[in-house]
């Protein structure tokens, strides 16, 4: 699934990544409180996958300190 996510033409502002029709909502949102009256500008950018939900990145570590801790045993065993 692409994501999606619109970047301000007048300042840094950029939505969240999401479907094609919330990111759109959320720079016309922007727009009418940040600078109303103005044409819509800016860019969009798209990304390939979903970003990862909340608290997956907690996981990606927690297996990634698990594999290292196990790593160095792995290592210490075969020093000795």
Do not use: N
Not at 4 to 26: D, I, Q, V
């Amino acid at each position: 699934m692409t994501t999606y996510r619109f970047w301000c033409g007048e300042c840094g502002f950029k939505t969240p990544w999401g479907t094609e029709s919330e990111a759109e909502r959320g720079h016309m949102d922007h727009y009418d409180t940040r600078h109303p009256g103005m044409r819509l500008g800016g860019q969009v950018e798209t990304g390939a996958a979903v970003p990862a939900r909340e608290g997956t990145s907690c996981v990606v570590c927690a297996t990634m300190a698990v594999l290292g801790i196990l790593l160095l045993v792995i290592v210490s065993a075969c020093g000795h």
